[in-house]
């Protein structure tokens, strides 16, 4: 019987198993993903790449639990996230996995701090005292811009404010797109720092799908996806 749960504390972070995306238009079908496997284990940084159209999007928003695979499974910390009502899915996320992807996850009317404490919530994470804001405030450098509406932040400020949402609810796996896309040297080397620091414990991973020869360096492995399949 598969109870969607295997053992927490030894299980991957991710474990995705021959995950296929077919998508149709008309009398075309695209195939977006053909049977992609690979794990994230704890404490590890992943990095993938591939040239445009390969399927990474289809793929990250697959592992998220934001689109369902045609087939396979997704396990996030030993939870099974794919196959499941949109609504358990969406538990599972926010209590799971931090999400930094293109589309913006900041809410405009909420400055930084409050932005934090909403994802903090969703995730049942309640009463956050304000130190452990600060303390993820100054990991992405903005302990100065708490207050801040997310449209009086610089690009890069907004890119460092979508991390700190991404990790405010302590994920076992960060999923992130190109997170050091606008970034400057300095900040991308301190972006990198903290995204290797996450995995530390040995508890937490990080799967990334980006372009910076920077990030690639400091990657645990590097894996190639082409046409919807995936290299090591
Ligand atoms: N909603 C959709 N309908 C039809 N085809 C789609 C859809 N979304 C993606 N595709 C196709 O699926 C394939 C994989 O797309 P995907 O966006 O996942 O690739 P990608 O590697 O993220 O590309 P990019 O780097 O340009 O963002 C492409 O051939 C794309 O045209």
Request: aromatic share 2%; proline share 4%; hydrophobic share 45%.
């Amino acid at each position: 019987m598969d109870v969607g749960t295997v053992s927490a504390g030894t299980a991957p972070a991710l474990d995705a198993r021959e995950l296929y995306r077919f998508y149709r238009a008309g009398e075309e079908e695209t195939l977006a993903l053909r049977g992609v496997s690979l794990t994230v284990a704890p404490g590890e940084l992943v990095a993938v790449v591939g040239p445009s159209g390969s399927g990474k999007s289809t793929l990250l928003a697959c592992l998220a639990g934001l689109d369902e695979p045609a087939g396979g499974s997704v396990r996030i910390a030993g939870e099974r996230i794919s196959h499941r009502p949109e609504a358990e899915r969406a538990g599972i996320r926010a209590r799971r996995i931090g999400i930094l992807l293109q589309t913006e996850n900041l809410i405009a009317h909420l400055d930084v701090a409050r932005n934090i404490r909403l994802a903090r919530t969703a995730a049942g994470r309640h009463g956050t005292p304000a130190q452990d804001i600060d303390v993820l405030l100054d990991q992405v450098g903005l302990l100065g811009r708490a207050h801040a509406l997310p449209r009086e932040l610089a690009g890069g400020e907004v890119a460092r404010a979508a991390l700190a949402v991404a990790l405010a609810n302590d994920p076992d796996l960060l999923l992130a797109d190109e997170p050091t896309g606008e970034l400057d040297g300095s900040t991308e080397h301190r972006i990198l720092e903290l995204l290797r620091a996450r995995g530390s414990d040995g508890r937490r991973g990080v799967l990334l799908v980006t372009h910076s020869t920077a990030v690639l360096a400091g990657a645990d492995r590097v894996l190639t996806l082409r046409d919807g399949r995936l290299r090591a």
